[in-house]
């Protein structure tokens, strides 16, 4: 299920790609649900890259890796996930993503601070 962003929040750039492997034609779900999924949540993030990948896990051959960057300001943030589908892959990096960010509240707020980010 895609959900719609916020009305009154500016969502971050997105950017997906696809590594080999990986089916062409679930580029565009996999686009619109990161969309809204950092609008929701990473709506403070400049710009979110997630690279999907088959992933080589003996125990989950079929599933998809997703690594991600969040970038604000001068920072980067990275993450991974794994899971089945590539929605739920993109799920939880952004989960990742988002819990890597509150874990170094600290660093946020000097970034904001120092203009940084704006």
């Known amino acids: ?19 080999p492997g990986v089916e062409p034609g679930c580029l565009g779900s996999a ?20 690279r999907l990948a088959r992933g080589a896990h003996p125990a989950m051959p079929t599933a998809l890796l997703a690594d991600a960057s969040l970038h604000l300001g001068a920072h980067v943030i990275r993450a991974s996930g794994i899971a089945a ?3 739920e892959a993109i799920d939880r990096v952004c989960e990742r993503l988002a819990a890597k960010f509150d874990v170094v509240p600290r660093q946020r707020d000097r970034a904001f ?6």
């Open 31 to 50: 686009l619109e649900h990161l969309r809204a999924r950092a609008a929701l949540s990473l709506s403070w993030a400049d710009r979110i890259e997630v």
């Open 1 to 19: 299920m895609t959900m719609p962003p916020p009305q009154d929040v500016d969502a971050p750039a997105v950017q997906v790609l696809l590594r």
């Open 113 to 118: 601070a120092d203009g940084e980010v704006g």
């Open 85 to 87: 589908d590539p929605h």
